[in-house]
């Protein structure tokens, strides 16, 4: 391996344990396609996506050529008050993609900014309608939606919130869909849990309708280790916020574009929302983009009231929408089209199914979830130390030449969309053999 030229000290690197990553770094120089090259030379299967989002593979020409003849073309326009064509093509793209009725798209830069802009929008949207007292945000227990200080608030993993608490005033929480012995070891929605919606309704008699303006859940809770929902679960939410006239909103920022087989999870499941958050697949990591995809009468509601001249809903951020960004969404979504990708991850989901599950019965697995080309496989804590097992699985597998996702003691697979049969059976395969070798620790 060739003397780094850098030091590793100045960068205060994200959601990392910084000391044991500078201690032993794991550094990544190139990609192609399912593929990383490490810093030692070493190919590294990415099961992964990146970080749930290179859904096309890595360094795709398609993609690439196109960042490039953006930059040399038009490298930014202001995006107040002004435009430039391609985020209007790439926003025509993705309600193109969208369930229908939802068919405005406002633009941001990842999905926390993509959540915070929905939470802002259902506040404006209510307002508009003069309804300002509906300010009550519903999340969920385990769910993640980001790191702005709405998301942490609406957000429900403990470790994101602890140093904050709540900085919105007024959120509740649903309880999360997951019991590890009534649903574990499901293959795709478990059949027991739909009744846990039903506590939206309990939420809604406490804090009364007419304070509350949304309720956010992610359709697989991701982050948190692959929660997917029991049958029956999101049509429940759906029917009670009509009920009650609750906004829903869906953060598909990882189930977005193809993971679930259809463009977004809300068409694989057959419930409609009033929003979706998307980022991460819509550039497969290339370039940061994400945003929001609203119903046409919650932008008439904000919009069409003000007077002439006066900006409607004011947020927004310097790089939204921004030209390199739009055009790697392009390029990324006639990628998808061409190559069938989303059916592509619909017809690999059995045999990605069937692989994970093989796993049952390896050293330390308590539980398998899957859904899509998304699974989690949990294992049983060290005792007295909380995800220091799952660490230490994902240090081995990296250094057998796999990448995995690990959320405590949580390993998550989501491999980009190209992987093919083979590529599945060394992934799950180089898993397994990790945790066979770990049998006793």
């Not at 391609?86 to 068919?103: I, K």
């Not at 193809?258 to 068409?267: E, L």
Request: one cysteine or more.
């Amino acid at each position: 391996m060739p003397p780094r030229d850098y030091p590793l000290d100045p960068f205060w690197m994200p959601f990392t344990a910084n000391r044991q990553f500078k201690a032993a770094p794991r550094i990544l120089v190139s990609a192609k396609d399912m593929h990383y090259i490490a810093e030692d030379g070493r190919r590294i299967l990415d099961g992964t996506a990146g970080l749930w989002c290179v859904n096309a593979g890595h360094c795709r020409p398609r993609i690439v050529e196109a960042i490039q003849r953006q930059a040399a073309t038009l490298d930014y326009s202001p995006l107040f008050q002004m435009g430039h064509p391609g985020e209007f093509r790439a926003a025509a793209l993705v309600t193109g993609l969208a369930p229908e009725g939802l068919d405005r798209v406002f633009f941001a830069n990842s999905g926390s900014e993509a959540v915070d802009t929905a939470l802002k929008i259902a506040l404006a949207c209510h307002r508009a309608r003069g309804d300002g007292h509906r300010n009550v945000l519903i999340g969920r227990e385990r769910g993640y939606h980001g790191v702005g200080f709405g998301g942490i608030s609406v957000g429900g993993i403990p470790a994101n919130r602890k140093a904050y608490g709540s900085l919105l005033p007024r959120v509740d929480h649903l309880p999360h869909t997951h019991d590890p012995e009534r649903n574990a070891w499901s293959r795709g929605q478990p059949a027991w849990g739909a009744h846990l919606a039903d506590e939206l309704e309990r939420i809604v008699a406490l804090h009364d309708p007419s304070n509350i303006a949304a309720v956010i859940v992610e359709p697989v809770a991701c982050s948190t280790g692959v929660l997917v929902p029991p049958r029956g679960y999101l049509e429940k939410l759906r029917a009670i916020c009509d009920r009650h006239g609750l906004l829903l909103i869906f953060d598909e920022v990882i189930t977005g574009f193809g993971r679930s087989g259809a463009a977004f999870a809300a068409q694989t499941f057959g419930v409609t929302p009033d929003m979706i958050t998307f980022a991460k697949g819509v550039t497969s990591g290339t370039v940061p983009l994400a945003g929001v995809v609203v119903r046409r009468g919650i932008y008439e509601a904000v919009v069409d009231g003000a007077a002439e001249g006066v900006v409607e809903f004011a947020h927004g951020y310097t790089y939204s929408g921004h030209p390199l960004a739009t055009a790697a969404a392009e390029a990324t979504l006639a990628l998808y089209h061409e190559e069938r990708l989303f059916d592509r991850a619909r017809e690999l989901a059995p045999a990605f199914e069937e692989a994970v599950h093989g796993l049952k019965g390896a050293p330390h697995v308590i539980d398998i979830r899957n859904f899509g080309l998304m699974a989690g496989i949990e294992l049983e804590p060290l005792p007295g130390k909380p995800g220091a097992r799952g660490y230490r699985v994902f240090l081995k597998c990296f250094e057998k030449g796999i990448m995995t996702r690990v959320a405590g003691d949580i390993i998550a697979l989501s491999p980009p969309l190209i992987i093919s049969k083979q590529q599945i059976d060394e992934l799950v395969g180089t898993l397994g053999s990790v945790l066979r070798e770990s049998r006793g620790n």
